[in-house]
């Protein structure tokens, strides 16, 4: 993706959920009172923010949320993908630490907002890293769907964990074992390889979507 110079998840990912949601309740044949917001990963992220914005939105059904810092688990991931690919501890741990002085240059406020880690520039991290999903969840009164896939190696247990902790009585949690971040179906360990394998995602994660939201 490319950002601009003062890029943010507002642009990237809120304001076009916000305004999804706006315009589905305009359609005819949709009940404006039972509009559901679904995201994955950095959409499911970030979907108290859109809530918060769309205040009309019945419920949320979220997709391996991670309820984090992106900064740390970048370092898992940085770390998991090293490993998998057979380079040495050492230079797995030079790439780590290397990250972690670039981001705590961000998070000092010292990094020019130009500055850029992984593609993106200081000033759309600042953003990013500020954003705490957990206590926006404590704000909010909706049903929320929560589905974690054990196979995933993005996005974590102690993710999932936190956040049905956080969500109480009102959330659906279905913690699948076999299932990576795509919600995919995986035979043995993810690698993160089987990503460039053609696949589908399990039935069994439209079935549960489908029948939590005719119950909520």
Known sequence: KSFGPQGTVEEEVIA????ALAYARKIPEVDPQQTFVLGHSLGATLAPFILERSPETRGA??????????????YEQVTFQGQASGASKEAVAEQVETLKKSFAHIRSGEAADTEKVMGAPAYYWRDMLKRDPLPEW?????????????????VR??????????????????????????????????????????????????QIVVKWVKRS
């Open 61 to 74: 059904i979220l997709l391996a949320a991670a309820s984090r810092p992106l900064d740390e688990l970048i």
């Open 157 to 206: 247990r102690v993710d999932y964990d936190a956040l049905v902790v956080v969500l109480g009585a009102k959330c659906e949690p279905h913690f699948l074992p076999t299932l990576n971040h795509l919600f995919m179906p995986v035979e043995g360990k993810a690698t993160g390889a089987e990503y460039g394998s053609a696949s589908h995602v399990d039935p069994q994660v439209t």
């Open 138 to 154: 404590k704000k909010l009164n909706v049903p929320v769907l929560v589905l974690q896939g054990g196979q995933d190696v993005q």
């Open 16 to 19: 076009d959920a916000v305004a």
